[in-house]
């Protein structure tokens, strides 16, 4: 027996890791998209030791410095600086901080509340179906900028108001998609199996159908992550997202507003950063889709 047992690091043990990076090199979305949003997370970590000047200090006498390919620019501030005289190399940089940090919260928050629903739903069915059924018939009713502008009118802008807001908004897409693929997975054979031997409900949804739904989770995650960032720039632009001196790039866009016919870059500067972001994150989704589909998998 012991000469038929397969050494450490044996090409049979390497296939199928091998197999899956070769997968996910051919899905170029996943790729690109991935590669696009990894870049974007590590120029946020590291966006202390990479920011020329502090993002928050004002220089009145380097007001609208353009950047450094226009005649009058100059490499102090490669990016140029906004109406205050702050650097904009460094607050696009710390923009890219509160951009993933609303998206990941927004996910985070939505997803536990709508995925949650969802399983229970599809899991129990009947009446725990028609009630998760009603709730997300209601919030859809509801056009989430309408309902978050009038409520952080209310309360008040600032970074946490706008994640909480919006994370107790966007948990109808995940409610639907669990709840559809709950009820694909609770008829098959190992949820049977781990009922008969007597296993609890909590055991069954945690460690049978959640591993199951969770190529669905994943990407309606990447999905709605990129929904609230825009949002969040909306709510920005508007003046009731972020508030000042952060430097959101929606309030970037908002701030130059004044000056996109004298000085364009200050709008086209972090409107393209923004529209990269959600690119790389709606093509990273769009390749996992494809990816963990059955036919992407075969």
């Known amino acids: 027996m012991a000469a038929l047992a397969q050494p450490a690091g044996s090409p049979l043990q390497l296939i199928p890791t091998r197999s899956v990076w070769q997968r996910i090199w051919r899905n170029k979305a996943v790729v690109v998209g991935g590669g696009l949003l990894l870049l ?3 120029v946020a970590l590291l966006a202390p030791w990479l920011s020329p000047h502090d ?6 006498a380097q007001r ?3 950047p450094v390919w226009y005649s009058a620019g100059s ?8 109406p205050l005289g702050r650097d904009y190399l460094s607050r696009l940089l710390f923009g890219a901080r509160i951009s993933l940090l609303i998206g990941v919260s927004v996910a985070i928050i939505s997803g536990l509340i709508g995925t949650t629903m969802g399983m229970l739903a599809g899991y129990f069915g009947g009446k ?4 998760v059924s009603f709730l997300v018939t209601t919030r859809l009713s509801m056009p989430v900028i309408l309902v978050a502008l009038a409520t952080v009118a209310l309360i008040g802008g600032s970074l946490w108001v706008v994640i909480l807001v919006l994370g107790l908004l966007k948990w109808d897409r995940f409610a639907v998609v669990m709840r559809s693929a709950t009820q694909q997975v609770r008829s098959l054979d190992y949820v049977a199996a781990a009922q008969s031997a007597g296993a609890s409900t ?8 959640l591993p199951n739904v969770l190529p669905h989770l994943i990407v309606v995650a990447t999905l709605e992550a990129a929904s609230a960032i825009l949002l969040e720039a909306a709510l920005s632009f508007l003046g009731l997202g972020v ?16 000056y996109m016919f004298f000085s364009f870059w200050l709008i086209a500067i972090p409107g393209s950063a923004l529209a990269v972001l959600i ?5 990273a989704g769009d390749g996992l889709r494809d990816l963990l589909a059955p036919e992407g998998r075969a």
Do not use: C
């Open 40 to 42: 974007m997370v590590l």
């Open 55 to 60: 993002p928050y200090a004002q220089d009145l």
């Open 64 to 66: 609208t410095v353009p």
């Open 75 to 82: 490499w102090l501030h490669p990016l140029g600086t906004d």
């Open 128 to 131: 725990a179906d028609l009630v």
């Open 202 to 209: 909590t055991r069954i949804l945690l460690g049978e159908v």
């Open 243 to 258: 508030q000042p001196p952060l430097p959101s790039w929606g309030l970037m866009i908002s701030e130059a507003k004044a």
């Open 279 to 283: 690119f790389a994150i709606n093509l």
